[in-house]
């Protein structure tokens, strides 16, 4: 069982830098630094950038799952 979550973790948590990086910049920060302000949003989020964001949350939350179910089983043995 720690070894699937350990996989699990691993998987997610790179799918997690991957989704978070594939976001477009709210301004300022890095994003600004790059270029990536130059862009103006002509308003409101697609549906493409939605989609994004739940997923984004979706692995977020199996990421955290993840860790407290290896939590538990650290503590047991």
């Known amino acids: 069982m720690a070894v699937v979550l ?6 997610t948590s790179i799918l ?5 990086l594939l976001h477009k910049g709210k301004g ?3 994003s600004d ?3 990536g302000g130059v862009t103006s949003s002509v ?4 549906v493409a950038e939605r989609n994004l964001d739940r997923i984004t949350v979706i692995i977020a939350l199996i990421w955290g799952a993840s860790i407290i179910g290896l939590g ?3 503590k047991q043995g």
């Open 28 to 30: 300022g920060g890095l």
């Open 16 to 20: 997690l830098i991957v989704f978070v």
């Open 43 to 46: 308003g409101g989020s697609s």
């Open 72 to 74: 538990f089983l650290v």
């Open 6 to 11: 350990e996989v699990l973790l691993v998987v």
């Open 33 to 35: 630094m790059f270029g």
